[in-house]
């Protein structure tokens, strides 16, 4: 009898879907989330932001991990041939995974949504003659282009989802303005001669052109390319003859060569203290604040101020941050 009434709703809810121009198929797969898979943490935040009750989204690189040396496993493989969307970030941040994924991109739907973003707004790549420097997340204004373009892939994915995608997208796209704006009022406590940001490697350019920061990297954009011994040297001289009291290690980069610019620059007699670690090619911890694309960029953003000599609250913008930057 229960089964009797379940499949009479059904079929009631069918026809009243037919009557609404709703074809059987597109309500039978309206019930089911919308299965997505996702390269890099900062997407697979996005699209949970986005898509809600509506998705399901699996991310293959976790904490810790540099997508710049990525390459897919065969559980990956299984996981995006099956999922209904894979969104990867393009601009050839996955260098290793871009012949599969063009491929794949012949049989299921496959989209590259920082590619989306106008070539005016990009920074030339410091290796590769016409490509792009891929760290757009590290600017939050730059980024929230980026969440439009998970929006829209997910609406031409999922249609009958449209208002649900851009009221989420909405929500936010504010909390994103309003990290932009924490952003900008902290980092401009930090006294102009100071705003040097010594790190890793290169991900950190949008950032410096955001704020008015100096930028430099030990290694380049890509954490493949190798440091050279002139170029720590010539670091080391930086360190020393402009007072800078304070570099950063990054989550998903061996801190191996800061600790070398460390002691170059102890064997001259500067001091030079590790400001704290950054988030740059990958999110914080699974289920942590900093493991959300907001969390990551307050973590950015306050440790970097509070190092430098600016003024940014301990816990950071919504006094969320796990431990003191």
């Known amino acids: 009898m229960a089964e009797f009434t379940r499949r009479s709703l059904l079929a009631a809810a069918g026809l009243a879907g037919l009557a609404a121009g709703l074809p059987l198929a597109s309500l039978a797969r309206a019930e089911e989330p919308l299965s997505v898979v996702s390269t890099t943490g900062m997407i697979a935040d996005a699209a949970r932001q986005v898509g809600g009750n509506l998705v399901t989204v699996r991310g293959l690189m976790g904490p810790g991990v540099d997508p710049h040396a990525y390459r897919q496993t065969r559980t990956d493989i299984l996981a995006m041939t099956r999922a209904d969307l894979v969104l990867w970030h393009g601009l050839y941040l996955e260098a290793q995974m871009e012949d599969f994924l063009h491929s794949l991109s012949a049989r299921r739907r496959v989209v590259a949504v920082a590619e989306a973003l106008p070539a005016e707004l990009l920074l030339a790549h410091d290796a590769?003659?016409?490509?792009y420097d891929p760290h757009v997340w590290m600017d939050p204004d730059l980024w929230a282009k980026v969440v439009v373009a998970v929006r829209d892939a997910l609406i031409e994915a999922r249609p009958e989802g449209e208002a649900e995608f851009r009221a989420n997208a909405e929500k936010h796209l504010a909390d994103i303005e309003a990290l932009s704006a924490y952003?900008?009022?902290?980092?401009?406590?930090?006294?102009?001669?100071?705003?040097?940001?010594?790190?890793?490697?290169d991900a950190f350019n949008y950032f410096g052109r955001a704020y008015d920061f100096e930028v430099l990297g030990i290694q380049g954009i890509s954490t493949e390319s190798e440091a050279g011994l002139a170029h720590v040297a010539g670091l080391v001289d930086t360190l020393v003859e402009r007072r800078i009291g304070a570099v950063f290690v990054e989550s998903s980069v061996s801190d191996r060569n800061v600790r070398a610019l460390i002691e170059g620059a102890a064997a001259r007699g500067h001091t030079v203290k590790v400001g704290g670690q950054l988030f740059s090619d990958a999110m914080g911890p699974h289920g942590s604040y900093e493991g959300t694309y907001i969390g990551m960029i307050d973590h950015n953003v306050t440790t970097i101020t509070r190092a430098l000599g600016g003024e940014a609250p301990e816990r950071g913008m919504l006094g969320r941050l796990s431990a003191a930057s």
């Open 128 to 131: 590769y003659k016409n490509r």
């Open 183 to 201: 952003s900008r009022k902290v980092l401009a406590t930090i006294p102009e001669e100071r705003r040097v940001l010594v790190t890793a490697h």
